[in-house]
């Protein structure tokens, strides 16, 4: 393997472990409702600070938030309502 090559695939591969370090999170609101972001909620002066999943910076009370997670281990909410199907 000549020595451009080899770079090549070490600068690929360097893309890749980089790649995989963005994770999103879920910010659950007092009111039950969730805001995604693409990267971790920074809190600046009593606001979370992060760029929404359209890209957009967005910035949020503390007070508001109850909860920020991983979206990986996010569970959606349970609706206490359950929709059955009739029977035949």
Excluded at 8 to 37: A, D, E, P, W
Excluded at 57 to 84: H, L, N, Q, W
């Amino acid at each position: 393997m000549n020595r451009t090559t080899a770079s090549q695939v070490f600068l690929l591969l360097g893309f890749f472990l980089l790649s995989g370090c963005s994770h999103s999170y879920v910010l659950k609101m007092q009111n039950g409702t969730r805001v995604t972001s693409k990267n971790k909620p920074k809190v600046d002066h009593g606001y979370y600070v992060f760029k929404d999943v359209k890209g957009q910076d967005r910035r949020i009370p503390v007070g508001r938030v109850s909860e920020v997670g991983p979206a990986s281990m996010s569970e959606e909410e349970k609706s206490p309502f359950t929709i059955s199907k009739p029977k035949k």
